[in-house]
Structure formats: C-alpha cells, structure tokens
C-alpha cells in the first residue's frame, strides 16, 4: 500500500494504485507522520534516509505537478450553468455580461437559451469574446466606447482570489448579478462584514463537484455554489413568503445536463457527447 496526498484536498489516502492526481508521499517521514496522527492505518517497512524532506516541501512539489492556468483560467463546467437557467429565465433578463468568459462555456449555454451575451476577458486570446478588458479597473465606455447601460445581469465564474472585488464591482453595475463561489466562501471571519454589505438574495450549493480541469482525473473536489444578488426574487419571492427582504435563501442546486454543444465543431459535439455519456455512467452506478 502506498500514501498519497491530494493537492486540491490536502488530503492524505491509501490506495495501491495512482489515482491519476495525487502525489506519492509514502516515502516522506512527515507525511507518514501526519497519515499516523489522524488515526490511519498505514505501515511503512523501508525507511528513506537520503534526502530532506518536510511537509511543506512535499506539499509544493505536489502542486507543481498542475501548474495554475494562466489568469486562472478554469473553464466552467456546463452543467453547472444549465441548472440554475430556469433562474434566470425568472429574472426576466435580455442583456447579458459575462466578464471573464474565457473560452466562452458559461455564455454559450446563455446564447443557446436565446440570451445576447456580451463576454469579455482580461486575456487578449481566449477564443471567444473580447479580450484586454480589465473587468475590475477598466470602463468600457471609456476603453472602447461601448454603452453597457443595458445590462441588466452579470453572471461570470470569477478568479476566486478575486471574487470580492468582481461581486462589488457587478453591483455597482447592476443589481442583477450571480457568482460562481467555493460552497466554504462565507466560512472566513474577514467576509463576515462583507456578507452584511452585499447579501446575497440565494446562495445555491451545487450538489456535485465541478471538474474544472479534466486531466487531473474523473474525481473532482471543488465544492461550489451559486451566490445571486437580485431585487426581482427578494420582492417577488421573499415577499409573498412572508420573508425579510434582507434573508437570503439557500437551496440546493441538481445537476441538469445542458442540451447543446460546448461550441462548434466536431470535437465540441464530441466532447458534449463524452460528457454526457459520463453523466449517465454516474446516474446508473449511483442508482444502483
């Protein structure tokens, strides 16, 4: 058996076999250590006496492994997008931004639900949309010339070191505006006042892990939500319910498969189809 430790988690595991993500640390004394000191059964017979090793160095070599995507590039999954459309069809919405749309996966299923979907990124290059627009410091109107006074929702999957700085800068555009965020983002003291400030009207955890990068392997561990901010469903909702207009709902989002194509082309098409195929292996391995 061997000791493995997941750069995403930080967590440890036994298994015999690579997982296709973790690193082989069964050789460093700390993270034996570690594995030990969490009550896991691990045995070690050939002791490495050659070598520093140290948690922390054992840790960065594991993230050297996948290095970052440039700009944080982590293309959103669709299915994520597709299951919260019937709340945005609710929001009765027609001008949408998607200010880091990358290569353009959240605003492609807009567009395929008949949305028009301005998508901009700081990338010069990014295969869809318009480039070199600093969301967060720079004015299209002043930039470009552009008038985004018709936007009336903003949804994106932001850098996630800047995900405050994207929500604050969305509302100051819009009232209209949902975030892609870790499930734990509010789980910090130093968002607390933050909250109170900017309150979301629903914060919807998805109730799968999102695979933002397939070649780390078929077993993702990013716990993600939806955070909406939305005068529309605090009046039209919370109100009929008898709710303060400052709660914020929470509710569980399920994955709904999205029924068009990442983009054109053959490898689009078949890259919908693997993912759609994958679903379905879930959907009978879990049902059974």
Known sequence: MRLWFHPDSDALHISEEWD???????????MRKAARDRGMKFTYDVEVTSGKHTMAAAIVASYKRWERKPADL??????????IMGLVHSLNVK???????????????????GYDVLGTDLREHTG??????DFINDDP??????????????ITNPP??????FIERALSITPNVIMLVKQNYYNTDNRYDFFGKHR??????????????PERGKSPLMDCAWAVWTDQVKNDLFDAAGLPLDACLMEPVRKKVYPGYHG????SALAALTEAVGDLTDTVRDAR
Not at 128 to 133: D, H, P, Q, T, V
Not at 141 to 154: F, M
Request: glycine fraction near 10%; include cysteine; proline fraction near 8%.
């Open 20 to 30: 296709g993500v973790s690193e082989d640390v069964t050789d460093v004394p700390e």
């Open 74 to 83: 982590y293309p959103t999954p669709v299915n994520a997008v597709e299951s």
């Open 95 to 113: 001008k949408v931004w998607e200010p880091a749309c990358g290569d353009g996966r959240i605003a492609r299923v807009l567009e395929w639900h």
């Open 128 to 133: 869809y949309g318009f480039g070199g627009l």
């Open 141 to 154: 109107a002043r930039k470009w010339g552009w008038d985004t006074s018709d936007v009336d929702l903003i």
């Open 160 to 165: 996630f070191s800047l995900a405050r700085e």
């Open 200 to 213: 979301p009207a629903m914060f919807l955890p998805l109730t799968w892990r999102l695979a933002f990068l």
């Open 264 to 267: 054109p082309g053959i490898r």
